[in-house]
Nanobody, 126 residues
């Protein structure tokens, strides 16, 4: 399995920006589609964004479209999530995940993902 470690979460004011990173190791990162999910207290884990193995296909939840950008640097084995215009409702633990089917274009469905990081907390104050 791919090992994933998220970083970059912190407390930020509404309207601010953050960039989350997800460092991957253990297998060939560039083969796999990657995703970001989040889970707020008392709520189910929800899809945020996904990116295909090549970086050419990207998907976003409607709630973050136009504000968040997913990207990847295969040379650095790292996935990113640039989050702008943050809102209090973006407060959650953010997880990155790897879909270990080779050359997948990505998915919105959490059950398509095989490996998960431990999560990083993002808190947006109003």
């Amino acid at each position: 399995q791919v090992q994933l470690v998220e970083s970059g979460g912190r407390l930020v004011q509404a309207g601010g920006s953050l960039r989350l990173s997800c460092a991957a190791s253990g297998r060939t990162f560039s083969w796999y589609a990657m995703g970001w999910f989040r889970q707020a207290p008392g709520k189910e884990r929800e899809f945020v964004a996904a990116i295909g193995w090549s970086g050419l296909t990207k998907y976003y939840a409607d709630s973050v479209k136009g504000r968040f950008t997913i990207s990847r640097d295969n040379a650095k084995n790292t996935l990113y999530l640039q989050m702008n215009s943050l809102k209090p409702e973006d407060t959650a633990v953010y997880y990155c995940a790897a879909d270990e089917r080779r050359y997948s274009s990505g998915s919105r469905d959490y059950f398509e993902y095989d490996s998960w990081g431990q999560g990083t907390q993002v808190t947006v104050s109003s």
